[in-house]
């Protein structure tokens, strides 16, 4: 099957494995163009049968995304939505890669906050580079709530206590103080982080789809109640978005040079 027309993604396959790179200069922010691709490739991968594991990693040594387009945020509707029924939008786009039957990997070396931790954290796994992997959910910052499933994925990974800490502090976590957290599975020196991931996507990828798939249903059992939170999530988000405050906070970071590689190389403080 062949991966072609994209210009955020590039894709490599190699025994069972897809290499699935991001490149979106300057920042890979998670733009329109972005979130409708990540949707394709996210559609292509799960019908792939040679495929059984994919791997994520960055072009960027200094983003893995960035964060979603605060401009598209702020063209979002002013009068809220009704509550939805069923799963929408980003939502849907990065589930999916938590309930195909192939394995999500995600290898960090960058910075990925806001949709860019969300669509992490929609990912089977994560392993970060010690020094290079800054991850975190700054939303607050701006005035509105995590609305990629990050209310719902941090509590279920860290607990309440330090989930809440992550979304109310909106401060950056290393890969060393994310693996403590269970924000990622593992932290390694960069030296040692890609030879790690490629055998472990590798094994995985040696063992049969049928039962890599069927292991990951039986795992995902326990999430039976994340649709639900997610639709909530999704609501809030809208309510948020909605708030003078909101408005006011991401016109203000747009002004002050966000979404520029230079500011964004800093924690986001307004």
Request: aromatic share 8%; net charge negative.
């Amino acid at each position: 099957m062949a991966y072609e027309n994209y210009k955020c993604f590039k894709v490599k396959i190699d025994h069972g494995v897809a290499f699935v790179t991001i490149d979106h200069p300057p920042i890979n922010l998670l733009d329109l163009e972005m979130m409708k691709e990540m949707n394709r490739i996210g559609k292509q991968l799960e019908e792939d049968s040679d495929i059984r594991v994919i791997v994520f990693q960055s072009a960027d040594p200094d983003f893995f995304i960035a964060h979603a387009d605060v401009n598209f945020i702020l063209q979002l509707p002013k009068t809220i939505p009704p509550k939805a029924t069923t799963i929408e939008g980003f939502h849907k786009i990065v589930d999916r890669f938590r309930t195909m039957r192939k394995v999500t990997i995600g290898k960090i070396e960058g910075r990925a906050r806001g949709g860019g931790s969300e669509f992490l954290l929609s990912l089977d796994m994560r392993f970060g580079a010690i020094g290079r992997a800054v991850l975190s959910q700054p939303e607050l910052t701006v005035g509105i709530i995590p609305g990629g499933g990050g209310t719902q994925r941090l509590p279920r990974l860290m607990g309440r206590g330090r989930a809440l800490e992550v979304i109310l502090g909106c401060v950056d976590f290393s890969a060393e103080l994310a693996e403590q957290y269970g924000y990622i599975n593992r932290a390694f020196p960069p030296d040692e982080l890609t030879p790690f991931v490629e055998k472990l996507a590798y094994r995985i990828a040696s063992f049969p789809a049928e039962a890599i798939a069927l292991a990951k249903a039986a795992v995902d059992a326990e999430e039976l109640s994340t649709i639900g939170g997610l639709i909530e999530e999704a609501h809030y988000f809208n309510q948020s978005v909605a708030t003078v405050a909101a408005q006011k906070r991401m016109a203000k970071f747009m002004e002050i040079g966000g979404q520029t590689r230079e500011v964004e190389l800093e924690p986001i403080e307004l």
